[in-house]
T-cell receptor
Framework: EAGVTQSPTHLIKTRGQQVTLRCSPI?????VYWYQQALGLGLQFLLW???????NRGNFPPRFSGRQFPNYSSELNVNALELEDSALYLC?????????????FGQGTRLTVV | AQSVTQPDIHITVSEGASLELRCNYS??????LFWYVQSPGQGLQLLLK??????LVQGIKGFEAEFKRSQSSFNLRKPSVHWSDAAEYFC????????????FGTGTKLQVIP
């Protein structure tokens, strides 16, 4: 069974540009979580999608947005890129809302903004 | 809200030696506690978790952790480290309300020397 897949794996963008990152959850998982992992900061929660709806967002500006498709895959969009957006972006999927259902993480997309 | 601290940014141990990674949390009630491992270029993998019950938790890859309420700690241990354990380790703390409320520590990078 395939795990959580993210694309692309690496990306270089110029300040001010826009970027779209993609995440395919494990088959049957309806929840997708997005995180930003900047150097030395651990994982910061960005967005949670479940059953096609945005359920919660972290403390990030509105230029971070996304959506979830009917097949439960998800996109993260970042507009007006800033240098500090350089980070590893991870998504995770879960098969249910209960805390004891495990979250499985993708390998991430490394975004570099120059 | 809750918080989590991993006091050691970087730890070096010899192969075969014992390992203890420290994790301290701040939360008013009994938290949900997690340890994850992130190998280079990979996403996070769950090692173990504590929700309730026995305070000594066994995980995968020979790891264990002990919840100590009096010390607000959830330290990760392994009796004998293997070279393949070199990775970054994240402690995380959650509370009722969903996985989006899980807070991750800043990580401890483990180096294993022969």
């Amino acid at each position: 069974e395939a795990g959580v897949t993210q694309s692309p794996t690496h990306l270089i963008k110029t300040r001010g540009q826009q970027v779209t990152l993609r995440c395919s959850p494990i088959s049957g998982h309806t929840s997708v979580y997005w995180y930003q992992q900047a150097l030395g900061l651990g994982l910061q929660f960005l967005l949670w999608y479940d059953e096609g709806e945005e359920r919660n967002r972290g403390n990030f500006p509105p230029r971070f947005s996304g959506r979830q498709f009917p097949n439960y895959s998800s996109e993260l969009n970042v507009n007006a890129l800033e240098l500090e957006d350089s980070a590893l972006y991870l998504c995770a999927s879960k098969g249910g809302r209960m805390m004891n259902t495990e979250a499985f993480f993708g390998q991430g997309t490394r975004l570099t903004v120059v | 809200a809750q918080s989590v601290t991993q006091p050691d940014i970087h730890i070096t141990v010899s192969e075969g030696a014992s390992l203890e990674l420290r994790c301290n949390y701040s939360y008013g009630a009994t938290p949900y506690l997690f340890w994850y491992v992130q190998s280079p270029g990979q996403g996070l993998q769950l090692l173990l978790k504590y929700f309730s019950g026995d305070t000594l938790v066994q995980g995968i890859k020979g790891f264990e952790a002990e919840f100590k309420r009096s010390q607000s700690s959830f330290n990760l241990r392994k009796p004998s480290v293997h070279w393949s354990d070199a990775a970054e380790y994240f402690c995380a703390v959650g509370r009722p309300g969903g996985y989006q409320k899980v807070t991750f520590g800043t990580g401890t990078k483990l180096q294993v020397i022969p």
